[in-house]
């Protein structure tokens, strides 16, 4: 028997994927991350499933529950918020079942930032604006490596989203601001996309913060920053009716 890593998606219950659903409906015992998935998901699970929430759990005990779940014959799903790719805490749990010689299957989820680029329906990649995407946080309690820093980032003027660090929304503006974009640089705040009181606030660099601290946004939130979110685009090459590839002569 196998673990499974299921992405749960961003919080709408719809957005799990079918194999994610297949796997979570089957489970005997489900380890949910109860801090960030939305609860409603654990509607699909069968009657008689035990459900554990690990924000109440160190690893070892995460890691206690997999193996009796697993020895006893169990079906055990460890339930992530969004992929668990992203901030997952993945490796960490793998490497302890690999002492103890349990094994794992991976069923990938949408994660957040997806979630929030279809809620301000925007892409990442405009055409000749930006071609990069840059996922990274500010070190908090977790420390970020000093080469990671947002102002290195910030030097390249791309897309930018920004998780864990909404709760010091101003130093990240000003550390944006400090690595080179400008004041007039579009940004939009996501709380819980995709959930049902989700909030989306946008802004530029200049005026953003009060904007945030108004709708009181101080977790669970990502920040999007570049010039994706502005007015200015460019169509595509791959559309354009004179340009010709191998499947358009
Ligand atoms: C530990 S990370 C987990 C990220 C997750 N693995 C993912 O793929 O989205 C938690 C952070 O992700 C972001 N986050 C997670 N779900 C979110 C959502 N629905 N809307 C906005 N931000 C979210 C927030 O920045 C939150 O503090």
Not at 58 to 78: A, H, S, T, Y
Not at 107 to 113: A, E, L, M, Y
Not at 145 to 164: D, G, N, R, Y
Not at 205 to 216: N, T
Request: aromatic letters at 8%; hydrophobic letters at 35%; glycine letters at 10%.
């Amino acid at each position: 028997m196998k673990i499974h890593f299921v992405g749960a998606g961003p919080g709408d219950k719809e957005l799990i994927t079918l194999k994610g659903y297949k796997l979570l409906s089957e489970a005997d015992v489900v380890i949910y991350a109860g801090s960030l998935v939305n609860p409603e998901i654990l509607d699909y699970c069968k009657e008689g499933c035990e459900i554990h929430n690990s924000a109440y759990m160190n690893l070892g005990e995460i890691i206690d529950v997999m193996e009796k779940g697993v020895k006893e014959g169990k079906c055990v799903v460890r339930l992530q918020t969004g992929d668990f790719s992203i901030y997952g805490s993945i490796r960490e749990q793998v490497e302890e079942l690999a002492k103890r010689g349990i094994g794992y299957t991976c069923t990938p989820g949408v994660s957040s930032f997806l979630g929030a680029s279809s809620a301000l329906g925007v892409e990442y990649t405009v055409p000749e604006i930006s071609q990069s995407l840059i996922i990274t946080r500010m070190e908090g309690r977790t420390p970020v490596p000093p080469k990671e820093s947002i102002e290195s980032f910030a030097t390249h003027q791309t897309s930018m989203v920004i998780f864990l660090s909404v709760q010091e929304i101003d130093k990240v503006v000003k550390r944006l601001i400090d690595g080179g974009y400008s004041e007039t640089t579009p940004i939009a705040v996501v709380y819980k996309a995709t959930w049902k009181n989700q909030k989306i606030v946008k802004g530029t660099l200049k005026d953003i913060v009060p904007k945030v601290k108004e709708e009181g946004i101080n977790k669970t939130a990502l920040i999007m920053v570049g010039n994706f979110l502005g007015e200015e685009y460019n169509y595509s090459k791959l559309y354009d009716k004179d340009f010709k590839h191998e499947y358009r002569k």
